[in-house]
């Protein structure tokens, strides 16, 4: 079992910035897949990034510039740090973590990051 514990939301105004941390705890395996989602109210969970265990990057075509993905292995800490923020980043943002096929991917309990304008 993994346990996944995100921290760092908030509200921020437009063209601020937020970074956001994710501690994997539990049965990690080393070669795996971290990343964000989030989710807007009346929208479906959307990737934002991901990054490998090698350090391969994945982004959104929204966030594409204004995000950056990260991640120490030795701390099982995946972040997120959101630049220039627009009110349409306004969402909760879950951690999720995809071990090598065929188990399932596990997820935080969500932060929520709030940018008014």
């Known amino acids: 079992q993994v346990q996944l514990v995100e921290s760092g939301g908030g509200l921020v105004q437009s063209g601020g910035s937020l970074r956001l941390s994710c501690v994997a705890s539990?049965?990690?395996?080393?070669?795996?897949?971290m990343g964000w989602y989030r989710q807007a109210p009346g929208k479906q969970r959307e990737l934002v990034a991901s990054i490998t265990s090698v350090g391969s990057t994945n982004y959104a075509d929204s966030v594409k510039g204004r995000f950056t993905i990260s991640r120490d292995n030795a701390k099982n800490t995946v972040y997120l740090q959101m630049d220039s923020l627009k009110p349409e980043d306004t969402a909760v943002y879950y951690c999720?973590?995809?071990?090598?096929?065929?188990?399932?991917?596990?997820w935080g309990q969500g932060t929520q990051v709030t940018v008014s304008s």
């Open positions: 539990g049965n990690i395996f080393r070669i795996n897949v």
């Open positions: 999720y973590l995809r071990p090598p096929s065929p188990s399932s991917p596990y």
